[in-house]
């Protein structure tokens, strides 16, 4: 499964479904999947406890995840950090973003958030030439 694809479909789900799954995806234990929950902005890890996980994924009450926290499960899961952002955004706040209706179209923008302005210029012209080729003149 491709990056683009795993993001689209992780894009719209709360936070507890989207660890549930991508952890089952990844074939990780609780523990396992907490020890390789860290923060890449400091290398610090501990961040997310194993019975946070648990709790987290059955519903149970837990403390929200901070910046660190949520840098630390994107990590984890594998998954581009605004991917995680989001569904915490959606399950403690929420925040449902409308900046586009598709899930596919949100995963091309958080890939293009990673690209340098070169590669987002190259992406740009592949999509206006696309939506060229195929509007009647």
């Not at 996980?53 to 581009?80: I, M």
């Not at 958030?113 to 206006?128: C, K, P, S």
């Amino acid at each position: 499964m491709t990056a683009m694809v795993e993001a689209e479909q992780h894009v719209e789900a709360e936070l507890s479904d989207l660890v549930r799954r991508r952890r089952a995806e990844l074939r990780l234990s609780l523990r396992g999947f907490a020890a390789a929950c860290i923060d890449p902005a400091t290398g610090e890890g501990g961040l997310i406890g194993h019975n946070w996980v648990d709790r987290l994924e059955k519903g149970t009450a837990v403390t929200p995840p901070q910046l660190p926290e949520l840098r630390a499960l994107a990590t984890g899961l594998n998954l581009a950090l605004p991917i995680v952002q989001e569904a915490a955004g959606a399950q403690f706040m929420g925040i449902t973003p409308t900046y586009a209706q598709s899930g596919e179209a949100r995963a091309l923008v958080t890939y293009a958030e990673g690209m340098t302005e070169d590669q987002r210029r190259q992406l740009l012209a592949i999509v206006e030439a696309y939506d060229r080729s195929r509007t009647p003149r």
